[in-house]
């Protein structure tokens, strides 16, 4: 017989919730002591969204007490998991138990979480949204790092090539619902240029078509080549050919189109000059989403003298108070500086009904003026205090590339995602930032005993780089 005797304190469900609208409701929550019994209970719930049946082996077997809670536990989240060398539910496992598919799906949906910035922005005043994006769906590269066998964390950042979500379900042809997803497919639609000599001339492509099905697995992005974009509203002729829409900016998170569109500031009819205009939003995407830290990032001691203009045409740089966000966004910011909006159908009057706006990179228009700070290398550095109290300071020479090389490397990511499980699992939200900051916060001996816990599991995550055994060891 195995004994009861072991005890967690865990939110269920209520975690998943909590987790999901980003409230702060976890710091009045009471800890309970669970039986073994009642941790299963919880974690199938929040596992699968659903309550376990009377007769569910697991139940039964943690009941006669021949398994522990969290025995039963891991046991459920493997029967989930992606056989080797695949990516996505074998038929076996989609036809098996709904649990399987409610387990993948609430992981995505926690995992989406993840992002204060996951709805698509409109790039004009039309309110347009645009599908292109495949909104939603950032959390999947943690998700399928989580069910992939052998599959270590740091490749959610530095793995080349984009993924987006397999799913089984109907096609859907509406091109500007928001959360529809891509799949391959045939949709012939029209689109209006203008041509050498001035003439409108209608051309047609074939687009990938769009599903809500149920979610199954993950594959590489397909590519979603437009025959023409412009950057520019009006009857004038397109800059650029044929392009990928979907092509990544770098590997991993960071470079996929998406998080890229969504976080770069792009504007319609707007370039990116290194002064007023830069992709702040990306950088602090990547603070908020990938380290858990919100700006200011670095004490306002640590902005050198240099960096402040009195006499600066920019507001922000004649304040030292401004500078302590701007000296860490405004660098990062050049990583993507050569994103740019565009339109795949340039005339007001006969707009497409697939997604209208993209952004891609200004490597293929024809005039590139190399003085211009968006045409430049896409290049930046990283500034920021860590966890440990260290003012990093990289040049991100390869851009993207660099930047996910750094966060794959740092102890600060690792904690972040410990930090992040650590609610979902128990409901106890830890705060983590520049502990040795002289203004950080007075801490409790309990807060300090929850951060070293959450410290721990994420010095232990960046080691065995597997999010399946850091569930186990929040259960333990």
Partial sequence: MV???NHIRFAGLLGLFAALDGSAWATSLRSYDLSELEQFVRCHTTFTGTHPGRRDPQLLAVRAGTKTGRQACMELFESGRFAPGTQELSNEQQKKDSKITGMLKTFNRFHNSFFKRNDTIPLDD??????NLREQELGQYFTRALFMRDKPLRDVLSEDGSIEPKRVGGVSTRFNNPGAYYIQGTFTFSLDVVSDTGRRERTTWNPTQVTNGELIGFQSTQPQIIPALSTAFGS??????PTDVNQAFGPGILGDNRFVALNSDAAFMGVFNGGLKVARRYADAVFSSLLCR???VIRITDVPESAVDTASPLPFKKQTSCMQCHYSMDPMAGVVRHAMATRSSILNDTPTSFATFHVVSNDGLPQRPQNEYRFQSPRGDLRYRDLDGNLVNLHLARGVTDLAEALAGSKDFYACVAKRYYQFLTGIDVPIYDFTDPKAPQLSVEDQSEI???????ESLRNHQ??????DEILA
């Fill in 236 to 241: 004038v002729r397109p800059e650029l050919g």
């Fill in 466 to 471: 597997s999010l399946r055994q850091l569930i």
């Fill in 3 to 5: 004994g009861t005797g």
């Fill in 126 to 131: 039309s309110g347009r949204p645009s599908s």
């Fill in 452 to 458: 070293t816990r959450v410290l721990g599991l994420g």
């Fill in 294 to 296: 919100e700006l200011p």
